[in-house]
């Protein structure tokens, strides 16, 4: 499960019993799949380029994917660190696969060690009344809590 509440990112792994928490500030691998669901944000603020990738198929007939090159920001905070941050070069980049009606369906970020963390969208509904219990997370008893760490070096963030 991956909830935020607005002070920390959670990410809580039942079979595990661990729930990993971050301050959201600081939470940059967690925030891009954030910022492409935020309404006011807009793509070229975190794209430095935007391409449709034809070498994807789309999750449904008639979606098409995109590949977001990740523009750097001067904090290194808006995306997928990689190692040509160091030389000043693009962060790396985030496929994200849009329906013919325009709504946001996928979004597929590259991690290291040649894995992919994928989020899955459907049934969009727009400004719904939701309970705050919802955003909150309360770990189950005996579920241990972990502080995730930020390191200073690229790739080794948690």
């Not at 691998?29 to 793509?43: H, N, V």
């Not at 990740?70 to 496929?95: I, K, P, Y």
């Amino acid at each position: 499960m991956f909830l935020v509440d607005g002070k920390y990112v959670w990410f809580y792994s039942p079979a595990d019993h661990t729930a990993t928490r971050m301050p959201t500030k600081k939470s940059e691998d967690w925030r891009t799949p954030l910022a492409f669901l935020t309404s006011d944000m807009k793509l070229s603020r975190i794209c430095a380029r935007v391409e449709q990738e034809s070498g994807v198929m789309p999750s449904e007939s008639g979606n098409r994917v995109f590949r977001c090159a990740m523009r750097a920001s001067q904090e290194g905070d808006l995306g997928v660190r990689t190692r040509n941050q160091v030389e000043g070069q693009e962060q790396g980049s985030v496929l994200f696969e849009v329906t013919p009606q325009g709504e946001l369906r996928r979004i597929v970020i590259a991690q290291e060690g040649r894995t992919q963390l994928e989020f899955s969208f459907k049934e969009w509904l727009w400004n719904p009344a939701l309970p705050k219990s919802w955003f909150e997370f309360v770990p189950p008893i005996g579920v241990a809590i972990v502080d995730g760490l930020l390191s200073e070096e690229p790739g080794l963030r948690q």
